[in-house]
């Protein structure tokens, strides 16, 4: 098989396409404050244009998983890498906030057709047997990502100033868009019926594993804001060592993203799924009893260790689910799985935040940790078997 025609290249082209979009969105976020401050944006209007991510994120989620399970995967991915890089440049030359608004918007739009037809087209060349390896090696990219992002936005900046890392990165996300007209993608598709959004989120084990991912993401998502405050004010720690254990939560979860990938296959995503949830759910409360630099390391390099045994396996897990139903919508299922992502993302820093200042962190995480039992719970009780019969009448592409 030619190098165009690959399964391999495939991947590993959605892998340099995630990987592009995590440092985007790394080299973008800690500049984005200084930059609006300049242009003259209050602490208010900060706060609007980092949520605006979001919501294109939502809302363009559904439609392109639904779009390219009609039209194909490569013209939607080539589409939303030029978005990328649009909006990498529109943040390197921006002259006022509606610049950086629109350059936001763009980048949540096209963050969403990235992963959404990213993962679509790995669950079309992948079976189950082969699946959470491959979603587990996507995930170790972003995950190294996160941690090269920040490093490769300040020394672009030390070298070029503030637009060479946008400008770097723009050029990135056309390199693989570039690459992604060359190839051809494989034209191993489900042979499913493929049917509307609605019909999917009807399937049981579908709503349960959206319950699941929007729980995930909001823990991470929480964490975030409030475990930097709770570790300044409990062990004293300053920025540097903060960022040092994030990094290492990283470096953990890159690491196992592929190990759970393998682990999923073998024993079912749902499985693997439900024990993560319960692993998050346990170890959420030891988080507070941190009682020095190294233990804060080490319980959040657990933590993220078993946040990771629920992301990757739920990943293959969603495509377990529609597959199980008769169903082929891989684009609408992981449309889904960025929606959920996505209302955790919004979710669960306003959440985090609102707890942490009224309770404190030690009775957040007593709180929130049943939250998650109930989660699991639904897991466990939906039915992976359900088949959906759709309208054989509804005229389909």
Same mark, same amino acid.
């Given at each position: 098989?030619?190098? /165009? ?5 495939? !991947?590993?082209?959605v892998?340099l396409?995630t990987?592009?979009d ?8 800690? !500049? ?21 991510f ?6 363009? *989620? ?5 779009? *390219? ?26 002259e006022?906030?509606?610049? %950086? ?5 763009v ?6 057709v990235?992963w959404?037809?990213?993962?679509a %087209?790995?669950?079309?060349? $992948?079976?189950?047997?082969? /699946?959470?390896?491959i979603l587990g ?7 190294v ?11 672009? $900046? ?8 946008? #400008?770097? &990165? ?35 084990? #579908? ?6 991912? #929007?729980? @995930? ?26 960022g ?7 470096l ?30 346990c ?15 080490? %319980? ?15 990943l293959? $897990? ?8 008769g @169903?082929?919508?891989f ?11 996505g ?22 995480? %007593? ?5 998650? &039992? !109930? ?17 054989t009448?509804?005229?389909?592409s």
């Open positions: 098989m030619s190098l /165009r025609a690959s399964r391999a290249f495939a !991947v590993a082209l892998m396409a990987f592009t995590i440092v985007a969105y790394s080299v973008a976020v800690p !500049v984005l404050p200084d930059l609006s401050r300049r242009l003259g944006a209050s602490p208010t209007m900060i706060g609007l244009l980092f949520a605006s979001g919501v294109t994120l939502l809302g363009v *989620s559904m439609p392109m998983g639904a779009v *390219s399970d009609r039209i194909g995967r490569k013209a939607p991915l080539v589409g939303g890498l030029i978005a990328l890089a649009v909006a990498t440049l529109l943040f390197a030359f921006a006022g906030l509606l610049w %950086l608004f629109a350059a936001r918007l980048q949540g739009a096209a963050d969403a990235t959404v037809v990213g993962f %087209l790995i669950a079309d060349l $992948y079976g189950p047997a082969e /699946r959470g390896r090696l996507v995930m170790s990219g972003t995950s990502g996160f941690m090269l992002g920040p490093l490769l936005g300040g020394w672009l $900046y030390e070298i070029g100033g503030i637009r060479l890392p946008f #400008v770097a &990165v723009g050029a990135m996300a056309l390199l693989a868009a570039g690459a992604f007209t060359w190839i051809e993608i494989p034209k191993q598709h489900a042979a499913l019926d493929r049917v509307p959004a609605s019909t999917v989120m009807r399937i049981p084990a #579908v709503a349960a594993c959206f319950s699941a991912v #929007v729980a @995930v993401s909001a823990t991470m998502c929480m964490l975030e804001p409030v475990l930097p405050l709770f570790l300044s004010a409990r062990l004293g720690l300053g920025p540097a060592r903060i040092f254990v994030f990094g290492i939560s990283a953990v979860s890159s690491v196992l993203h592929p190990l759970f990938g393998r682990l999923a296959d073998r024993s079912g995503g749902r499985r693997l799924t439900i024990i993560g949830l319960v692993l998050v759910a170890g959420l409360p030891w988080l507070s009893r941190a009682w020095s630099y190294p233990s804060a390391i080490g %319980l959040f390099a657990l933590q993220a260790a078993t946040m990771a045994c629920v992301i990757t396996p739920s293959a $897990y969603m495509a377990e689910a529609v597959s199980q139903a @169903v082929g919508s684009g609408v299922a992981y449309g889904l799985y960025n929606v959920a992502w209302v955790g993302l919004l979710g669960g820093p306003a959440l985090g935040g609102f707890l942490f200042e009224r309770m404190g962190f030690a009775w957040l995480a %007593l709180l929130w940790s049943p939250v998650l &039992v !109930v989660v699991t719970v639904l897991l466990a009780k939906a039915d992976p078997h359900v088949r959906q019969k759709p309208d009448t509804t005229e389909r």
